[in-house]
C-alpha cells in the first residue's frame, strides 16, 4: 500500500537549534517526494523535492531534504531554525508525473525564542 | 499572475444544503487538483483534471460531490445535501503539464456544516 509516515505529530525547539522531521514511505514505483509546510488558516507551501539525481535537496527559506532509499525516508533538516518555521509540515510522495500526491499526517513546529 | 484562488475562504452552511466552491489556478497551468484537509490530517485527493477533461476521482468523493472544469480554466465543486461529515478544508491546487513541478495549493476554502 501506498503511505507516508510522519512519526513526530509534535516537535518543539528553541529559536537557533537544528532542526530534523521524519518522513517514511511505502510507494511501489519511484518516488517523487515533497515537503510542504502550511500556516495557519492557508495553503501548502511546497519547500524542496526530490525526483532523481542528488539525494540531498536543497528548498526555500534554509530547508533540505536527504533522500535514503535504503531507509524509504526523505527527512527534512534546518540548522538553525527561526521562530517564523512554526508552521505545520506535510511529506507527500508520488509517481511519475505527481498526478496524485499521498500526504502524511504532518508534523506541527512550534518554535520557543 | 496571483497564484492559485479559491472562494470563498469561508462557508457555513446548514446539513442539507448545497454548496459550491470555485477555484482559479494559475493560467498556464494544465493540471488542476482537489483535496480535502480534515482536522489534525494531511489533505486527502478527491479529483483532478487536466484541461477540462476529469481523469480521475477518488472512492472518498460520493456522489453527492461533483467536480466540473468547463473551459479548462477554473473548477468548481459543487457538494449537495452536505453532512456534518463533509466539514473540512477543501483545498485547490493546480500544476504545469506533467505536474514534475509541484503543485501550487490556494489558500483553502474552509466548510463548516452545522
Known amino acids: 500500500a501506498q503511505s507516508v509516515t510522519q512519526p513526530d505529530i509534535h516537535i518543539t525547539v528553541s529559536e537557533g537549534a537544528s532542526l530534523e522531521l521524519r518522513c517514511n514511505y511505502s510507494y511501489g514505483a519511484t518516488p517523487y517526494l515533497f515537503w510542504y509546510v502550511q500556516s495557519p488558516g492557508q495553503g501548502l507551501q511546497l519547500l524542496l523535492k526530490?525526483?532523481?539525481?542528488?539525494?540531498l535537496v536543497q528548498g526555500i527559506k534554509g530547508f533540505e531534504a536527504e533522500f535514503k532509499r535504503s531507509q524509504s525516508s526523505f527527512n527534512l533538516r534546518k540548522p538553525s531554525v527561526h521562530w517564523s518555521d512554526a508552521a505545520e509540515y506535510f511529506c507527500?510522495?508520488?509517481?511519475?508525473?505527481?498526478?496524485?500526491?499521498?500526504f502524511g499526517t504532518g508534523t506541527r513546529l512550534q518554535v520557543f525564542p | 499572475d496571483t497564484g492559485v484562488s479559491q472562494d470563498p475562504r469561508h462557508k457555513i452552511t446548514k446539513r442539507g444544503q448545497n454548496v459550491t466552491f470555485r477555484c482559479d489556478p494559475i493560467s498556464e497551468h494544465n493540471r488542476l487538483y482537489w483535496y480535502r484537509q480534515t482536522l489534525g490530517q494531511g489533505p486527502e485527493f478527491l479529483t483532478y483534471f487536466q484541461n477540462e477533461a476529469q481523469l480521475e476521482k477518488s472512492r472518498l468523493l460520493s456522489n453527492r460531490f461533483s467536480a466540473e472544469r468547463p473551459k479548462g480554466s477554473f473548477s468548481t465543486l459543487e457538494i449537495q445535501r452536505t453532512e456534518q461529515g463533509d466539514s473540512a478544508m477543501y483545498l485547490c491546487a493546480s500544476s504545469p503539464r506533467q505536474g514534475s513541478g509541484g503543485y501550487t495549493f490556494g489558500s483553502g476554502t474552509r466548510l463548516t456544516v452545522v
Open positions: 526530490y525526483f532523481s539525481g542528488d539525494t
Open positions: 507527500a510522495v508520488g509517481g511519475n508525473g505527481a498526478d496524485k500526491l499521498i
